[in-house]
């Protein structure tokens, strides 16, 4: 019978970090998206919902501005 380790409790990494994500920061951003430019689930970026949503902004208000791209071909 295998004893089950217990599970690793997951953390966001904004309040870690005891702040919000910013636009202006967007090297931060890219660890949130895949190769092809796309935004993150919540399950594969481990955020609370409160930071997911405010990250998605930030990475649109960065796309905006060109400090990010739409898609990557």
Do not use: W
């Not at 690793?8 to 967007?26: A, I, L, S, V």
């Amino acid at each position: 019978m295998a004893i089950k380790k217990p599970a690793k409790k997951k953390t966001c990494y904004f309040c870690e970090q005891g702040r919000d994500p910013d636009y202006k920061n967007y090297e931060e951003l890219r660890q949130f998206m895949t190769e092809r430019a796309r935004i993150k689930s919540r399950r594969q970026t481990n955020l609370c919902s409160k930071h997911q949503r405010r990250l998605t902004v930030q990475i649109k208000r960065a796309r905006q501005l060109a400090l990010l791209p739409y898609v990557v071909v």
